[in-house]
T-cell receptor, first 118, second 113 residues
Framework: QQQVKQSPQSLIVQKGGIPIINCAYE??????FPWYQQFPGKGPALLIA?????SEKKEGRFTISFNKSAKQFSLHIMDSQPGDSATYFC?????????????????FGQGTILTVHP | EAQVTQNPRYLITVTGKKLTVTCSQN?????MSWYRQDPGLGLRQIYY???????DKGDVPEGYKVSRKEKRNFPLILESPSPNQTSLYFC????????????FGPGTRLTVL
C-alpha cells in the first residue's frame, strides 16, 4: 500500500515555466515532509523540506505548499532551468509517536521525471 | 569529505550466488538505511538500523539480510539472489532517526540473471 502518492509521473516544461509536482499522504503521524532531487547516476539529495505546522516554505526558486487538512503538499519550481531536469521525490517521515510506520522512516512517493527544455 | 560510499557500483550476477553490497559512512551517523529504487515505485525501505547492533525490517525485507557491527558500516546481504531483486540500491545515513536530512550513497545497480 502506497502511503505517499505522487503525480505526475513525468513532466516536460519550457525554460522559465513553473512545473508543479503534487503529493498526497494518508498517515497523519508523519511529522516532516522533504523533497529529494536525483540526477542520473547519483543518489537522491535533500532539496527542501517542510513541517506540518507551516503552510508554505520557499528556498530560492523552490517552494513547498502544504495543506494539512487535505493531507497534500506540492513542489513548485519558479523560472525553471534546464539544469533542474532531474527526478524529484516527495517523502514523508514517521514521527516519534507514529502509527503504521516507524520513527524516522522516510516513505517516498513514486517520483516525477522533470525535463526542462531550453 | 563527508560521504556515504557503496561498493560495488555495478554488479551482474546469477540466481542463487550470494553477494554483499557494502555501505560505509564517515559522518558518525547513528541511523542507516537501505532502499531499493524501481521505476514507478519510488524508493522503498529494505532494512534500517537505529544504531550499532539494532536493525529492523522496512517495507520490503524479503530475501535480504543486514548487519550493523560497527557504527560506520551497514552491509546488505543477498543470500540467494533472484531476478526480482534486480534493482538500483541506495544506502543512506543520518545523525539520528529524527534528523532532518538523510544522506544517500551513489547507488549500486544490481542485475540478477
Amino acid at each position: 500500500q502506497q502511503q505517499v502518492k505522487q503525480s505526475p509521473q513525468s513532466l516536460i516544461v519550457q525554460k522559465g515555466g513553473i512545473p508543479i509536482i503534487n503529493c498526497a499522504y494518508e498517515n497523519t503521524a508523519f511529522d516532516y515532509f522533504p523533497w529529494y532531487q536525483q540526477f542520473p547516476g547519483k543518489g537522491p539529495a535533500l532539496l527542501i523540506a517542510i513541517r506540518p505546522d507551516v503552510s508554505e516554505k520557499k528556498e530560492g526558486r523552490f517552494t513547498i505548499s502544504f495543506n494539512k487538512s487535505a493531507k497534500q503538499f506540492s513542489l513548485h519550481i519558479m523560472d525553471s532551468q534546464p539544469g533542474d531536469s532531474a527526478t524529484y521525490f516527495c517523502a514523508a517521515r514517521g514521527g516519534l509517536y507514529a502509527g503504521g510506520t516507524s520513527y524516522g522512516k522516510l516513505t517516498f512517493g513514486q517520483g516525477t521525471i522533470l525535463t526542462v527544455h531550453p | 569529505e563527508a560521504q556515504v560510499t557503496q561498493n560495488p557500483r555495478y554488479l551482474i550476477t546469477v540466481t542463487g550466488k550470494k553477494l554483499t553490497v557494502t555501505c560505509s559512512q564517515n559522518m558518525n551517523h547513528e541511523y542507516m538505511s537501505w532502499y531499493r529504487q524501481d521505476p514507478g515505485l519510488g524508493l522503498r525501505q529494505i532494512y534500517y538500523s537505529m544504531n550499532v547492533e539494532v536493525t529492523d525490517k522496512g517495507d520490503v525485507p524479503e530475501g535480504y539480510k543486514v548487519s550493523r557491527k560497527e557504527k560506520r558500516n551497514f552491509p546488505l546481504i543477498l543470500e540467494s539472489p533472484s531476478p526480482n531483486q534486480t534493482s538500483l540500491y541506495f544506502c543512506a545515513s543520518s545523525l539520528s532517526a529524527g534528523s532532518s536530512e538523510q544522506f544517500f550513497g551513489p547507488g549500486t545497480r544490481l542485475t540478477v540473471l
